[in-house]
Structures are given as C-alpha cells and as structure tokens.
C-alpha cells in the first residue's frame, strides 16, 4: 500500500523557516517525480516545487523561488522542502504528491500528474 505522510508543519513568525519532510512508503517509495503542493481555502490547489528521482534540476513556482529549496534522499525515501523567509501569504495546507509511473515531459506542477497524495500539513505564518 502506498502512502505519503508530510511533517514539519506549525506556527513561524514572519521571516522564520520551516522545514517539511515528505516520507514515501509501499509503492509510493518507487517515485519518479515528488511535488509540493499547497492549498488555502477556497483557493485552487498550487504547485511550490517539484523534484525528481534523478539529477534533474528541482522546479520552483515563482512565488517560491530563493525561498523554498526541495532536496531528496532517495535511501530514506524522503523529499525535504526547507522554507526560509516565510510571508503570510505562504499560510496553506502544504501536500506532497507522487508519480510512480514513466512520463515524458514533467508536468509536475500539475495535480493529475501524480499518482499519490499525502494528507497534508499545515503552514501557518503569522506574528
């Protein structure tokens, strides 16, 4: 069975980090493409940044870009978004999702590219 579980949410200041871990399990270990989503109410769900399995360079939105970094270990299974300057405006339900399957252009900022999604974590950013 597989499954995503995210960690590393709560409560930062403006300006502070967070550090979220997204630990894949069961078939969800086999990753092609790992990405970070996240959602506020009402809102549609956006894509923060994508990794892949390989030396790919990692993708960001530009709304996270010299912000958020996106590293993995692929022996742990495990896909980190390190998120420094934090702004309000970053306060969302932060996803990880996954692709198993092969694919030819990465779509990873798309929410029907993956295969599996985790629960979710909150973000929230505020004095």
């Known amino acids: 069975q597989a499954q995503l579980v995210e960690s590393g949410g709560g409560l930062v200041q403006p300006g502070g980090s967070l550090r979220l871990s997204c630990a894949a399990s069961?078939?969800?270990?086999?990753?092609?493409?790992i990405g970070w989503f996240r959602q506020v109410p009402g809102k549609e769900r956006e894509g923060v940044a994508g990794?892949?399995?390989?030396?790919?360079?990692?993708y960001y939105a530009d709304s996270v870009k010299g912000r958020f970094t996106i590293v993995r270990d692929n022996t742990k299974r495990t896909v980190c978004l390190q998120m420094n300057a934090l702004e309000p405006e970053d306060t969302a339900i932060y996803y990880c999702?996954?692709?198993?399957?092969?694919?030819?252009?990465?779509?990873?900022?798309?929410?029907?590219?993956?295969?599996?999604w985790g629960q979710g974590t909150q973000v929230t950013v505020s004095s």
């Open positions: 999702a996954a692709r198993i399957r092969p694919y030819g252009k990465t779509q990873w900022s798309q929410e029907g590219f993956y295969d599996y």
């Open positions: 990794i892949t399995r390989h030396d790919s360079p990692p």
């Open positions: 069961g078939s969800a270990r086999d990753f092609t493409v």
